[in-house]
C-alpha cells in the first residue's frame, strides 16, 4: 500500500506563488509515475502536470510555462512549483501516484489540498 499526504496549499493574490509538496509512504520502491490533479466543483479532475521514472514530464494544460513538477532522488516526494498563478488556478489539488509490480498496477490519491488565488 502507499499514502500520499499533501501540503502546501493556501491563498494567494495573482500573480503570486504557491510550492506544493507530497509526501508517499508506505511501499515507495515501486512508484513509477506521480502527478498532480486538481478539480473545481462540478468539474472533472484534470491532470495538471505529471513525472514518470524514465524522466517524461508532461504538463497538458494552462500549467506549461509557469508551474514545475519534480521528485526528490528518493521518489518519496513530489512538489508543484505554482508561479504566475491565476485565478482560474483556484482548485482542490490532488496528488496521484501510481506503482507497478509484476502482476498488477496500482492507483493512488492523496486527500487534496486547496489553492485559491484571490484578490
Known amino acids: 500500500q502507499l499514502q500520499l499526504v499533501e501540503s502546501g496549499g493556501g491563498e494567494v493574490p495573482p500573480g503570486g506563488s504557491l510550492n506544493l509538496s507530497c509526501v508517499a509512504s508506505?511501499?515507495?520502491?515501486?512508484?513509477?509515475?506521480m502527478a498532480w490533479y486538481r478539480q473545481t466543483p462540478g468539474k472533472q479532475r484534470e491532470l495538471v502536470a505529471s513525472?514518470?521514472?524514465?524522466?517524461?514530464?508532461n504538463y497538458p494544460g494552462s500549467a506549461r510555462g509557469r508551474f514545475t513538477i519534480s521528485t526528490d532522488i528518493a521518489w518519496n516526494t513530489v512538489y508543484l512549483l505554482m508561479d504566475s498563478l491565476r485565478p482560474e488556478d483556484t482548485a482542490v489539488y490532488y496528488c496521484?501516484?501510481?506503482?507497478?509490480?509484476?502482476?498488477?498496477?496500482?492507483?493512488?490519491w492523496g486527500q487534496g489540498t486547496q489553492v485559491t488565488v484571490s484578490t
Open positions: 508506505g511501499k515507495t520502491a515501486d512508484i513509477y509515475s
Open positions: 496521484h501516484a501510481q506503482r507497478l509490480t509484476v502482476v498488477a498496477t496500482y492507483d493512488y
Open positions: 513525472i514518470n521514472r524514465d524522466r517524461y514530464i
